[in-house]
T-cell receptor, first 115, second 111 residues
Framework: EPEVTQTPSHQVTQMGQEVILRCVPI?????FYWYRQILGQKVEFLVS????????KSEIFDDQFSVERPDGSNFTLKIRSTKLEDSAMYFC?????????????FGAGSRLTVL | RKEVEQDPGPFNVPEGATVAFNCTYS??????FFWYRQDCRKEPKLLMS???SGNEDGRFTAQLNRASQYISLLIRDSKLSDSATYLC????????????FGAGTRLAVHP
């Protein structure tokens, strides 16, 4: 079964450092997303990406965050200067244009720990 | 009011029990509805979509009441492997299919 792959599975960083989380969406999918989940809290939408541009972003997705699709396969989330409160699990997801029920497939997540 | 509200649980039930989860959503423009399952420290996985007429998938039955903005999930004959957090998820009309997650209801099935 096709899957969304994410790297790294776990990253520990110092506050103020830049972090890049990587995702390889399912190959024929056209819509890409980042969600995050702070430990013990709900899954929260960060950003959606379609046709090489951000289509929607949440209030959480401030100027410290950026996304990029540098080539035909990778989809990255960059946090420019990490804060303690950025510690969370970050999930990448993708969707097929033809998915009538708007079903997203999630990756296994990248756990970010900011010290 | 929270966009998607669920009873946090936990629901502790014996194997074989029937358990029901409820969910309400606040945005009447919500278009699509889902139940996802999340195991501890894992990604959310789609359990089933929820249709207006109600739908069933084996031991799982989902219902939607648009007038009340209410969604339910019924699990019959619970298995140990059903232990997880069940997430009620809605998709807001328009935009690019942003999913709004509830905080989840935790289910623990014991022998």
């Amino acid at each position: 079964e096709p899957e969304v792959t994410q790297t790294p599975s776990h990253q520990v960083t110092q506050m103020g450092q830049e972090v890049i989380l990587r995702c390889v969406p399912i190959s024929n999918h056209l819509y890409f997303y980042w969600y995050r989940q702070i430990l013990g809290q709900k899954v929260e939408f960060l950003v959606s990406f379609y046709n090489n541009e951000i289509s929607e972003k949440s209030e959480i997705f401030d100027d410290q965050f950026s996304v990029e699709r540098p080539d035909g396969s990778n989809f990255t989330l960059k946090i420019r200067s990490t804060k303690l409160e950025d510690s969370a699990m970050y999930f990448c997801a993708s969707r097929d244009r033809r998915s009538g029920a708007n079903v997203l497939t999630f990756g296994a997540g990248s756990r970010l720990t900011v010290l | 009011r929270k966009e998607v509200e669920q009873d946090p649980g936990p629901f502790n039930v014996p194997e074989g029990a029937t358990v029901a989860f409820n969910c309400t959503y606040s945005n009447s423009a919500s278009q699509s509805f889902f139940w996802y399952r999340q195991d501890c420290r894992k990604e959310p996985k789609l359990l089933m979509s929820v249709y207006s007429s109600g739908n069933e998938d084996g031991r799982f039955t989902a219902q939607l009441n648009r007038a009340s903005q209410y969604i339910s999930l019924l699990i019959r004959d619970s298995k140990l492997s059903d232990s997880a957090t069940y997430l009620c998820v809605v998709n807001i009309a328009g935009g690019y299919n942003k999913l709004i997650f509830g905080a989840g209801t935790r289910l623990a099935v014991h022998p």
